[in-house]
């Protein structure tokens, strides 16, 4: 069963960074969406925050849900003049507890400019405290230098990659970068067995960018027209859709007839 991750970027608004006209609540969305991808992408069930909710409804959010780990996303600030590196908090000393946060401390410590990277427990956060879940409180980075400010907004997929990496670990999950993947239909088209349909309605048929009407329409095929599909998915609007030969797109399979 696919272990479940909750994020919960900042909602704090009010912290500007150094450079970039930027607070930490809207680059702590980045990151979260960032990591989200990348979780998603490796086979964890994962939810993010609403933007802005308050933290008492992440908490019973993340409950429900029954996220394995809770993780709030923040970034750090002190004096203005120390870049100080990757904290990571947690509960207890426990190696429950102290595990997952090491494993992210490893692989995110690794890439951020500070060096005085850490896990310590601070149990008097309420995102540590109050959720069901063990939890990881990721602060990434010092946002109140340059240094820090600019690692931060150029590095946002760059963290999200180095948190799922380092849960990864933790749960003896693969890691699948992002380039090394495949699309599902290109995988499929190796081994699918290409047909012509004949479109049927008195209308035609729309073309559409992608396997359903959530894509947008590059074009359309009249009625009685003979096409040579070579891969089929499920999507939105239609039972099957088939992707065109010549590369135009998808059509819905339900409007023509095989020949």
């Not at 063990?134 to 963290?159: A, M, P």
């Amino acid at each position: 069963m696919a272990k479940k991750i909750y994020l919960s970027p900042s909602t704090q608004s009010g912290n500007t960074y150094a450079t970039g006209n930027t607070n930490e609540m809207a680059q702590c969305e980045k990151i979260a969406d960032a990591a989200a991808e990348a979780l998603k992408r490796c086979g964890f069930e994962v939810k993010v925050g609403k933007a802005g909710d308050s933290m008492a409804n992440r908490c019973k959010e993340s409950d429900a849900f029954n996220a394995d780990i809770h993780m709030p996303i923040h970034t750090n600030a002190y004096n203005g003049k120390v870049t100080g590196g990757t904290r990571i908090f947690c509960y207890s000393s426990s190696a429950a507890n102290t595990a997952p946060a090491k494993a992210v401390l490893k692989t995110l410590g690794a890439i951020s400019p500070g060096t005085a990277d850490s896990v310590s427990v601070n149990a008097g956060l309420y995102e540590v405290n109050t959720p069901k879940a063990i939890t990881v409180y990721v602060e990434c980075e010092f946002h109140d230098t340059k240094t820090g400010s600019d690692w931060i907004i150029k590095n946002i997929k760059n963290i999200g990659e180095a948190i799922c990496k380092g849960l990864c670990s933790h749960f003896s999950v693969k890691y699948v970068s992002a380039g090394s993947q495949t699309k599902p239909s290109e995988n499929n088209s190796a081994s699918f067995k290409s047909y012509i349909v004949r479109i049927t309605p008195s209308n035609g048929v729309n073309i559409r960018k992608g396997p359903g009407t959530d894509y947008d329409i590059v074009g359309a095929i009249a009625k009685g027209g003979a096409y040579t599909i070579v891969d089929e998915k499920d999507g939105k609007g239609a039972s099957k859709w088939g992707k065109l030969k010549s590369g135009a797109g998808w059509i819905a399979l339900d409007y023509t007839e095989k020949i």
